[in-house]
């Protein structure tokens, strides 16, 4: 049971779409060039009267994030080899390097696509509120470095934290974003509280549905486990899963080519 | 269709979040049925660094940062919260300077030019035969063409003003930096207008106009960061841009102005504030010249008459003079930082000062307030005499009000380039690049083609150093020790900062301080850098004995700053000693004392359609970080913005490569089709097109502004004027 619940309360009415959140992630954390720990997405502003009967944008907005740390997270029931876990001390989701085997399953299975396989390291990598840093007292480092201060971050089970402050003088006006879809409830109870009206709304996916990972889970992953545990056939098992997992599960929130920021302006041209 | 939704968090719901200990403990039962298993995670061990202050160099607002040193090497520059001017804040640019000490295009050693000029053949050469080289030539040109023949230039640096403390010593007048082909055209007119520059204190105003500025792009602080805040606050930033910007998509309100006719929505401003009075008309007569002449001047300028120029409708014209006057003082026209747009800027520029002349903002609370004392010494000295000095600078006297300071780099390369009134022949630049930011490359190439000899210190290979002969490393700001400088932060005051290095100096690169003391001591000038850094320094904080040790301690120092208001009842700067609506000095030397409309002039060209306008994002400050390996992720091209009615036109889809041309010359990016700009209007960003072999990132990728624009300046203080310049637009391969 958690003692601390930390996340991130975002007044993304006061993000002015700068990067430097992204870029202090990737320096902060030596993220390899081309993915993203985090991101900052924009709405697609509404077409309003102008003069003369022409047209003009109205207001835009723009919408910070990262890793939401869900309280369901799907990306554990996916992940065949519990490299993926819950930490029992702040509630965070915790990617164990030495048991990730770079499966990909976990990328599909999280909904915010925050999640993506390290190019360089060859494992699954998303946001992890920067442990080091707090371990030296510091605010992860989009936070820390946020021009405007967009992000609040903190362990909102405690009310004096700036983060549960956030949320009590917002009370009735906090989002989340969530998944919609068909037959099941996708809500995986994200940690990522957006004051306000944020947007764009409609952008987080139907995860790929961790039940059905529960045979690679429940059979595969014990085998797994063991062949980790000895060095050799370790490799030779990240190896097969990686094959077996194709080059589908590369995508990042922020990849160069396919970011979700990249996508924004994309529906904003179409 | 949208699959996601954002979620409103139940009342119940929040009292699981943010209630008390024992209601969350509660709550996460409840979510056990679904939730996995949590396991212990290993504990995390904090970095083992050494946090080291210093100043941030990505751009000239010199934020304050900690830098952290793990076993010598910077991993992370952090913002330092006790830097209150930037709000406690490290843009991404900031966040990019570790990228930029650890950049492999750095320059490692000292270069000689060995192929022909531009072909990028260099052998590495010592620092003793450097300095050798470079002073010799300097001596050769002094007693050839008169110590004038030399010509020095440099950036917005902590550093740069020791380069023209050694033009002085050497004997040139011939000093330009970076400031005429950016701001002078604004100094200039609020200098005519107030005696002064003030600055925006945009915390405490409650209505701002920013036009020709985009400030939550083009990232000034504390203003990016105040703009937002005050907004929260309730305050109304209204925004004339052609383009929607990030500042025009977040701000209270957004007018795609008719580039080029600001000048005319000032003037309609003027005129709704005068004839409803809604000024304060003791104050107007007590600390204001020309009312009078500039009512008649503004008494047909109606808002209706505005909005056939700018195609902002009377009624938000009125309605926004009427916002304006009824929020005053604590209202501005934001006064813009950049201002090299026009031929006529410093008169466009004039209108804005005398809208906010109109409001009584000047010295209060959310208005403009005046430079706040920073109680700086000048290390000053007395320059050698040279009997064979020509009268002047080579620019003197091109345009009525120069800068004689700054004078004006596209006249100064016209003065060249012709050899008259005098010959130029040598050049020393430091950390400034005239290839990548002065309109017109080719005529920037023409002139160092009259050049006997050229040095570049920088830290990069930049287009300008591509050309010289002798190219010196600089070190990075992390590895340097500077002197003092005295930053302005609105309302709050003055601050300084100093550096201290964070890091040895890698490679071989050497500050510029040195290089020129090292040049002054061959050149027989030993005496006016006789001192060191931290001797310098002390000079500098004579009036603060504290302010050393707060320095290291705190990595700023604050000046006691007086309240506002404390000018009240002094005379103003200028020649009536009020605040000049109309401009006495304009008109003794037949220039318009007010501000007199011109449109914009049409394109000459039919095929040329477009008026080319360009800005920056904030993940880059033009040609000295596009090409950074970081900060390339984020703008790795720049995209041509192109109105998608325009385009359809023209045949152009998304990522369409085009071509453009203008009679400067031609380039060929990708276009970004889109309904964020006006159809008489494309857009591209700076420091892109880039010709250097040294530069990784940038050499041939995506166009160039200054291939494109022609080489016009502003008719009164000579600043450039770079949105003179229409473009034709085509589809690559198209008829």
Known sequence: ?270 | MSDSETKRISRRDFLRLAGASATAVAATAVGAATAPEAKAAPAATAPKWESRLSVCDMCFNRCGLIARVERGVITKLDPNPKFTKSRGMLCARGNAGVAQVYDPDRVKTPLLRVGKRGEGKWKAISWDEAIELAASRMQDIAAKYTRCGMLFSAGADMQSGFVSRFAEAFGSFNVTSHESLCLLSGNRAFVDTFGDVPLPDVKNSKYVILAGANRLEALVTPDSMDLVSSMGNGAKVVVLDPRYTKSAALASEWHPIRPGTDMAFMLACAHVIITEKLYDATYMAERTSGLDKLSAHVADLTPEWAEGETGIPAADIRRMARELAAAAPASMVYPGRRTSDYENSTQIRRSFAIVNALLGNYDRPGGLVPARPAGLKKVAFEPPWYDDSPPGRVDAKSVPLLFDDEGSFVLTREAVIKGAPYPIKGWFVYKTNPMATAPERRKTREMIDQLDFMVVVDIAMSDTAWMADLVLPAPSAMERQDPVQALQSGAEGACLVWRDPVIPPLYESRPVFDILKALAGKLGLAEFFDFDIPAYRLKQLAAFPEAAEILKRDGVFYPPNPPLGGTDGQPFKTPSQKIELFCSRYADMGLDPLPVYQPPKASPDAARKFRLVVGRSACITQGSSTNNPLLSEFEPENLLWLNEDAARELGVRQGDVVQVESPAGKGELKALVTPKIRRDTVYMLSGFGSISGGLTHTRGVGASIVELMESRFDSICGNSAIHETFLSVKKKGAA
């Open chain 1, 1 to 270: 049971m958690s003692t601390q619940k930390l996340a991130m309360v975002i007044d993304s009415a006061k993000c002015i779409d700068c990067k430097g959140c992204m870029a202090a992630c990737k320096q902060a954390n030596g993220v390899s060039r081309g993915v993203w720990r985090n991101w900052i997405k924009e709405a697609m502003p509404p077409l309003e009267n102008g003069p003369a009967g022409s047209k003009k944008l109205g207001h835009g907005h723009f919408q910070p994030g990262a890793c939401m740390h869900c309280d369901e997270p799907s990306c554990i029931q996916a992940c065949p080899t519990g490299a993926t876990y819950k930490s029992a001390a702040d509630g965070t989701v915790v990617i164990d390097p030495k048991l990730c085997i770079g499966c990909g399953n976990c990328i599909k299975a999280c909904p915010y696509g925050a999640r993506f396989r390290d190019p360089v390291k060859r494992i699954a990598d998303k946001c992890n509120y920067c442990p080091e840093r707090r371990a030296a007292g510091l605010a992860p480092a989009c936070v820390d470095t946020c021009p405007t201060k967009a992000r609040v971050f903190g362990d909102i089970n405690d009310p004096g934290s700036d983060a549960a402050k956030l949320l009590a003088a917002n009370q009735g006006k906090v989002v989340r974003v969530i998944a919609k879809g068909p037959g099941k409830n996708w809500d995986t109870k994200p940690n990522m509280y957006y004051l306000a009206s944020t947007a764009p709304d409609g952008w987080a996916v139907q995860p790929v549905d961790p039940l059905s990972f529960d045979f690679l889970t429940a059979v595969v992953a014990p085998a797994v486990k063991w062949a980790v545990g000895l060095s050799g056939l370790g490799v030779l098992a990240m190896l097969g899963r990686q094959l077996l997992a194709g080059a589908g599960g590369a995508h990042g929130p922020g990849g160069s080519a396919d970011g979700a920021d990249k996508d924004a302006k994309e529906d904003h041209h179409a």
